[in-house]
């Protein structure tokens, strides 16, 4: 079955830290770029970071040095380590590929960072 499962989001005070993992079938892990994304309330869906196959990593100014994006190719797993969470990275976060495959988002998982 071609899925993509977010886990390990939930409530926590700002400055903490969650790690966020996701489980992919293999055809969806075997493109080269996956990524995850996340959508506040009101607000489009954005990129967050971004992992290749050869480890170029990329993540846009508002998390870049706060969250760490890691691979296991073997695995078919992704994980965003989040440190130093603010209120405004509340969000459901969801992991895809990179472009995205519009037919194959998850549930995603809740983060909500209190102030």
């Known amino acids: 079955q071609v899925q993509l499962v977010e886990s390990g989001g939930g409530l926590v005070q700002a400055g903490g830290s969650l790690r966020l993992s996701c489980a992919a079938s293999g055809i969806i892990f075997s493109i080269n770029t996956m990524a995850w994304y996340r959508q506040a309330p009101g607000k489009q869906r954005e990129m967050v970071a971004t992992s290749a196959k050869s480890g170029s990593t990329y993540y846009v100014n508002s998390v870049k040095d706060r969250f760490t994006i890691t691979r296991d190719n073997t695995k078919n797993t992704m994980t965003l380590q989040m440190n130093s969470l603010k209120p405004e990275d509340t969000a459901v976060y969801y992991c895809?590929?990179?472009?995205?495959?519009?037919?194959?988002w998850g549930q995603g998982t809740q983060v909500t960072v209190s102030s």
């Open positions: 895809n590929t990179w472009p995205e495959l519009n037919g194959y």
